[in-house]
Structures are given as C-alpha cells and as structure tokens.
C-alpha cells in the first residue's frame, strides 16, 4: 500500500509540473483520454514504478483511434518509432537499463 501511494503521490506531482499532452502524438487532454505510462514496464522494473523520469503521459486507444500507450506497450517498432517521445524514451531507458536498451536495439534489427 505504502508503494501504490508513493505512485499517486509521483502522479499528482506530474500533474502539476508537466502539460496534460501526450508525449507520443502532442494531443492534449480532451482531444484523447491521457494515462500515466511507464517507458519501461512496472513488470519489468519494479524499482522504476514511482521514478517520475520513468512515466510519460500517453493517450488511449478509443474506438478508431489507437492510443500511443498501447503502440508503446505493444506496438510493433516501426509503430514506436512514429512516436514522438521514442528517441527520449530510449535514451532514458539505455540511461538506467543498458541490457534492456540493448535488446530492444537488437529488435530493430531483427524486425
């Protein structure tokens, strides 16, 4: 519980300090539903959950639309690098996780 009010604790300080635009189409709140995104997954660093460098706002996938959050989350790389934030959230993820940056260069190649 401690953790998971830390987390809002960090999403409440984003609120107040950062635009409520997406970082990956530049739309803004009420144009498209805005949610918190991890650049590296709570799954796959759970240290990193309450790292505010480590959270974005992403919109969401609604009707027709398909949100940068989910292109993040599962989009294939060529679908990632249409994002605007992709160079900064790879340049952040290669700043804390070397061997994760690293597989995911390697995917580029491979795809």
């Known amino acids: 519980m401690k953790n998971k009010s830390k987390l809002y604790s ?26 918190h995104s991890h650049i590296i997954s709570r799954a796959k660093r759970p240290d990193l959950t309450c790292d505010i460098e480590n959270i974005t706002y992403h919109c969401l996938s609604i009707g027709e639309h398909k949100g940068c959050h ?18 900064k959230n790879m340049s952040y993820i290669r700043r804390v996780d070397e061997g994760l940056y690293n597989k995911l260069r390697l995917k580029e190649i491979e795809e």
Do not use: P
Request: with cysteine; glycine share 6%.
């Open 70 to 87: 989910d292109i993040w989350e599962h989009g294939t790389v060529d679908e990632k690098k249409t994002l605007f934030d992709y160079e």
């Open 10 to 35: 960090v999403y409440a300080m984003i609120a107040e300090t950062r635009e409520h635009k997406c970082t990956g189409c530049n739309r803004y709140s009420g144009q498209v539903q805005l949610s």
